[in-house]
Each structure stands twice: as C-alpha cells, then as structure tokens.
C-alpha cells in the first residue's frame, strides 16, 4: 500500500498561478462552480507559498467577484470587487484595470435590491437600474415554463421576498417540484411590478444619456399588459434613442428589434399591412446590419402576406 503514495516535491506541486489560470479556463467555458473552487484553492495556495504576492490575492478577489456576478450573487459579488480593489490600492498596484467600474457597477446593483438602501443623497444610477429590471423581467418569463436552475431561483427569490411571509411557502413549492402554483404566480408578478419600477426609476435619473433598450423594455411589459398605445409610443421612443447611441452594435439591433415589436403591435391590433411594412423595415435592416436579432422575421413577413391576400377587399 505505502509503495502507491506518491510524495510531490514543493517546487513540483501546483503554484498558485496555475490555479488561478485552471479557474479563469472554468470561467470563459461557464462552470462557475468549478472556477470558484479553484479561486478558492488558489487562495488557499497563496497562504502557504513563501513567494506569493498581494497580485496573486487581488487578482483571486476579482475574479471570484465575476463567479459570483455571474451566479446573480449581487451582494457576494461586491464583497470581492471591494476586497479586490482595498488590495491594490494599498499595494499602489494597477493589476485590475477597471475595478473600480467594477466595484462602482455592483454597489449600483445592490442599492436597488429590495431591503437595500442607497446612500443618502446619491441618485439611482440608470444602467443598474435596467440591469436589474431585465434579470426581473427575464425571470418573471422563465418561471413556470422553464424552471430556473434551483440556486439561482431561490437565491432571486430571497433577494426579492426577504421579509415576504410568502418566501417559505414558495421554496417549499420548488423543493417539492411544484412549479406554475399560486404562490409562484404572485411572485412572478411581483418580479414584473418591480422590473417596471426600476425602468420607471432609470428614466427619471439616465439625464440626456441615451438608453433605447430601457425604452424597448418598457414596451415590452406595456405590450404584455396589452398596453397597446403606450408600448408602440415607447418602441417609437426607442427609436429616437437608438439614433443617438455611440454604440453602433447596440443602436442596430435596437433599430430592428423595435420595428420587430411595432410589427407585432400592428399584427395584434389585425393591421396586416402596417405590420408587413414594420417586419419589412426589420427585415431589410437586419440583412444590412449583418446580425440576427429577429430570427423569425422572413416568416412573419410571410405570414403578413398570406393573411393580406386572404382578407376580403385587400
């Protein structure tokens, strides 16, 4: 037995470097389990090495803040960013580039978790806003039909319904796998009341910075609340914003993905040819932009047709 125990020299065994580079590999491929239990390990690492530096530490920090933004652990995120950041300040080190963003970005987030608050006099910052209100939204969309996976549910869950009597009778319907049942659908709700409240909330504090995808959003939920009217002005508003955006990706895929959603509001209202010219426009678009936001949009317009030559006096 003894002669199968290999010893590994010191200088053989894994560095802390080579640690961290195995979890910033399970990082880019997505496990965030595995890449956090090497951050982790590397830490561990770093206690024991004689030569490691506070680099080493710092960059650990960094990246389990990105574990954790990744796993929607907002609260968790910011504590490594913070710790992350604290190390290479007083190092005098420029290692992150960026964590300050980083650290500023999560605070962002996390004053806008019901149950936090934000500092006295500082206002809503509108990018955290629609960051958290599409994570609502989203949800709200995937729940029932396609379940969450289970950490992520109930860690959303907590963060929403913390001191909601209703949080323990949910996470028993999910432990036992009870999906669609009452309890869920108010929460699914409440996801949606909250996701329009933080759209609302970077609207009054985005200035004359230009945002069209919060006012894409807020057409989205108004057309789902069957808020025809004020999901088409809304869509329109995103256009006008979109011609003002620096980035031209996003101004792009806005400009086609909005006269997407005016199309849909033309065809639920039964004007089929005001939605052919809208999934026309998308069409042309999009073809022209080289990407593909709308991945339907040819059959649309195939249907606008066929339901054009079918309507009598068309």
């Not at 379940?147 to 869950?157: I, V």
């Amino acid at each position: 037995m003894l002669s199968r125990i290999r010893f590994i020299p010191k200088e053989l065994a894994p560095s802390p470097r080579s640690t961290n580079r195995r979890g910033t590999l399970l990082l880019d491929r997505g496990d965030l389990q595995g890449a956090r239990k090497e951050f982790l390990d590397s830490l561990d690492e770093n206690k024991r090495s004689t030569v490691t530096t506070v680099r080493e530490d710092a960059l650990c920090h960094n990246a389990l803040g990105d574990v954790a933004s990744k796993e929607e652990d907002y609260r968790e995120a910011l504590r490594w960013y913070r710790m992350a950041e604290d190390e290479q300040s007083r190092a005098g080190g420029t290692w992150i580039a960026g964590i300050d963003k980083s650290r500023e970005r999560m605070e962002g987030v996390v004053a806008l978790l019901p149950g936090s608050s934000a500092a006295p006099g500082k206002p809503d910052n509108p990018e955290a806003c629609y960051f958290l209100a599409v994570r609502y939204l989203d949800a709200a969309e995937k729940l029932g039909a396609t379940p969450l996976p289970q950490g992520k549910a109930e860690r959303l869950a907590n963060d929403v319904w913390s001191s909601d009597p209703r949080l323990q009778p949910l996470l028993l319907e999910w432990k036992a796998g009870q999906r669609g049942g009452p309890v869920e659908k108010a929460f699914q709700e409440n996801l949606r009341t909250l996701a329009w409240d933080l759209l609302e909330r970077g609207l009054r504090t985005k200035g004359d910075r230009p945002m069209a995808s919060l006012y894409f959003r807020r057409g989205m939920v108004l057309g789902v609340r069957g808020n025809l009217d004020g999901a088409r002005k809304e869509f329109l508003a995103a256009l006008d914003e979109a011609s003002r955006e620096t980035d031209i990706n996003a101004q792009h895929e806005v400009i086609v993905v909005s006269h997407d959603a005016l199309g849909v509001l033309a065809w639920t209202a039964k004007d089929y040819r005001e939605a052919l010219r809208w999934f026309r426009m998308a069409e042309e678009e999009q073809a022209r932009f080289g990407g593909r936001w709308v991945s339907d949009i040819t059959t649309k317009c195939q249907q606008m047709e066929k339901l054009i030559a079918s309507t009598p006096g068309s």
